[in-house]
């Protein structure tokens, strides 16, 4: 069934508005994959916050027009499913994760920052760590020297107190009373 030009005006402006709050798309051929499949890989790009569409190319195309994301106009042929997302190792990792469990998924191009990505980009930007995991790590790094110094400061009253003890425990109990 065919959309109506107004249908087709609608997902071209959600297309759009949705390509503008990304960073990095990814085009991937799911020829060959179910329904089922497709829907499995709109859940776990969901809860990452990826946006997994299939669009007509025509209207993709024009979805694309005057965006960061033009460099794709020439790759929308067959059928084509376009993730997005605003994190760049996120939509990576969706798309080569369900690629790897699913051989009839195939990643084509990507883009990022107006440049193409090719599929070995798109694997080498999906193995770098998420937007989470870099910021646990940069929290952790900065909490490390005061954490440290707590730790040093908090040592000087205990060894006091383990040196009394000693002394304490050193003398006879006649004279400790």
Known sequence: M?????QKKAVVSEVTQTLSAAQAAVLAEYRGLTVAQITELRGEARNLGVDVRVVKNTLARRSV???DFECL???FTGPLLISSSEDPVAVAKVVSKFA???DDLKITVGAMNGDLLDSAAIQA????PSRDELLAT??????APMTKLVQTLNEVPSKFVRTLAAVRDSRPEEQAA
């Not at 940069?138 to 909490?143: D, E, I, K, Q, S």
């Open 2 to 6: 065919s959309l109506s030009i107004d």
């Open 73 to 75: 106009t020439d790759h």
């Open 100 to 102: 790897k469990q699913n």
């Open 125 to 128: 930007l999906a193995k770098l």
């Open 138 to 143: 940069l929290v952790g790094t900065m909490a």
């Open 65 to 67: 027009a005057g965006s």
